[in-house]
């Protein structure tokens, strides 16, 4: 599995259950990596969706104790993975919310996080990846202009993570 989501220079990832920057290169990004592949969030993160709707050419999974309707729901963390061993590892994300990354960010062999380099007046956050000893930065790109923000795409290993 890995994790995928942008922060802020706080390792802020939201505000009032949405995006805090509209990133076109961000989403593009998103959009490209995720495509075809399988998408893993909690109910708050679907809801801020356009109309509460999964993402198309994916394969949505939500982690909720409450089925909803229209998404394939596990109510635990070992349906989750068992249902998550039908896939390859490197083709499961991570997308969401604040608690759902705080609970898998563990169990991911990456993560793949687009900084911005602003503050967002963020609500939710994330832990600071940086200041985690299991994270190790391995990649990060050069500085991009994104509709008026300076951001960089990363690339985390977790030390204590392999793929099996």
Not at 92 to 116: M, N, Q, W
């Amino acid at each position: 599995m890995r994790a995928i989501f942008h922060a802020d220079k706080n390792w802020g990832i939201g505000k009032k259950n949405g995006l805090m920057f509209e990133l076109p290169k961000d989403m593009k990004f998103f959009r490209e990596t995720t495509s075809g592949k399988v998408v893993v969030m909690g109910l708050n993160t679907l809801r801020s969706f356009p109309g509460g709707k999964p993402l198309k050419n994916r394969t949505n999974i939500l982690l909720c104790p409450e089925d909803v309707e229209g998404v394939h729901t596990v109510h635990s963390l070992a349906e989750l993975f068992e249902e998550v061993k039908k896939y390859p590892g490197d083709d499961v994300f991570i997308i969401g919310g604040a608690s759902v990354y705080r609970t898998l960010l563990p169990y991911c062999t990456e993560a793949l996080v687009t900084k911005v380099d602003f503050d967002g007046d963020a609500d939710t956050f994330v832990p600071d990846l940086d200041a985690d000893p299991s994270f190790t930065l391995v990649q990060e790109s050069a500085p991009i202009e994104d509709n008026g923000y300076t951001i960089r795409f990363c690339t985390y290993r977790n030390e204590r993570v392999r793929e099996a």
